[in-house]
Nanobody, 119 residues
Framework: QVQLVESGGGLVQAGGSLRLSCEAS????????MGWFRRPPGKQRELVAT???????YYSDSVKGRFTISRDNAKNTMYLQMNSLKPDDTAVYYC?????????????WGQGTQVTVSS
């Protein structure tokens, strides 16, 4: 079992910055991928960015160049630095964890943290 706890959401004006954190606890694998997803109001959940324990990263086109994902493996914590925020970034942001190298491995999710960007 893996538990994920997000923090760092809030209200910010357009052009501002926020940093989200996701702390993982429980049975943490040395080979895993963590990521951020978001669900904008009235829309489906979408992928924002992912990072593996090896440091490989992926960004969706909508956040590339503005958001930076990172992780501290020693602390089992992942971060999302969000700069140049836009009202379209308003969403509930969810942390995700999945173990790699295990077919059918379960996805784990955090409870979500609200990010609201005002215009």
């Amino acid at each position: 079992q893996v538990q994920l706890v997000e923090s760092g959401g809030g209200l910010v004006q357009a052009g501002g910055s926020l940093r989200l954190s996701c702390e993982a606890s429980g049975t943490i694998s040395s080979l895993a991928r963590m990521g951020w997803f978001r669900r904008p109001p009235g829309k489906q959940r979408e992928l924002v960015a992912t990072i593996t324990t090896g440091g490989s990263v992926y960004y969706s086109d909508s956040v590339k160049g503005r958001f930076t994902i990172s992780r501290d493996n020693a602390k089992n914590t992942m971060y999302l630095q969000m700069n140049s925020l836009k009202p379209d970034d308003t969403a509930v942001y969810y942390c995700n964890y999945v173990r790699l190298g295990v077919p059918g491995a379960r996805d784990y999710w955090g409870q979500g943290t609200q990010v609201t960007v005002s215009s």
